[in-house]
């Protein structure tokens, strides 16, 4: 598989929350936009993500019904000295469906190919 850098887009205006764990195996958590977005910064530094994983605030779609929702690009991972592509390979939508995963983890662990923990 392609190694891939991952752009995450978490909409901070979404009124709502989900219930899920924020890694597989612990407990389920309510969660608000802003909530998600400190998560998976906490995820991508404990993880070592930094070079692989960016997060911004912006819309992420979905703007007629409650969130929070989110939306990622993929992009491909350049070398060492390379600039970035800004080309996006692939991306998905976490619009109204947050709640089908089984942790917020697992929307950069599916997306980056790597194994879950």
Known sequence: MTSRRLVITVCPREPGVVALPIAR???????SSEAIL???????????LDARVRLREGCAGGCSAPGPNVSLEIFPLTRPGEREDHVAIDW?????SLASLDCLAAVIEDNLGRPRR
């Open 25 to 31: 195996g612990g407990r389920v958590v309510r969660l």
């Open 38 to 48: 400190r998560h998976l910064r906490e995820l991508v530094a404990e993880r070592g």
């Open 92 to 96: 998905k939508t976490y619009v109204y």
